[in-house]
């Protein structure tokens, strides 16, 4: 089994600086995208930042430029620093960290809790 744990959320000014991570825990063989979500009041998610095991990643066009995701495959984690953040930026974060358990399994998506990041005057 597999577990992932978000942390870093808080209220923030516009302007300010966060940084999200996600360590995941249990039984990993190999992680392959590890991602964030954003959910906001509409209960939509969508992708915020992406990142594959070769180091490719991807970004939403509302983040590029201030938003950064990384990963440390040692530890089981991904980060997300946020930079110069808006209103807009307000939601729940999650994170997903595809994983492949045993090197004869499935790859399976894996959620985190969830993180409340507010940036607000």
């Known amino acids: 089994q597999v577990q992932l744990v978000e942390s870093g959320g808080a209220l923030v000014q516009p302007g300010g600086s966060l940084r999200l991570s996600c360590a995941a825990s249990?039984?990993?063989?190999?992680?392959?995208?590890m991602a964030w979500y954003r959910q906001d009041t509409r209960n939509q998610r969508d992708l915020v930042a992406a990142c594959t095991s070769g180091g490719t990643t991807n970004y939403a066009d509302s983040v590029k430029g201030r938003f950064t995701i990384s990963r440390d495959n040692a530890k089981n984690t991904v980060y997300l620093q946020m930079n110069s953040l808006k209103p807009e930026d307000t939601g729940v974060y999650y994170c997903?960290?595809?994983?492949?358990?045993?090197?004869?399994?499935?790859?399976?998506?894996?959620w985190g809790q969830g993180t409340q990041v507010t940036v607000s005057s």
């Open positions: 997903l960290q595809a994983i492949q358990s045993h090197s004869y399994g499935a790859v399976v998506d894996y």
């Open positions: 249990g039984s990993i063989f190999r992680t392959e995208v």
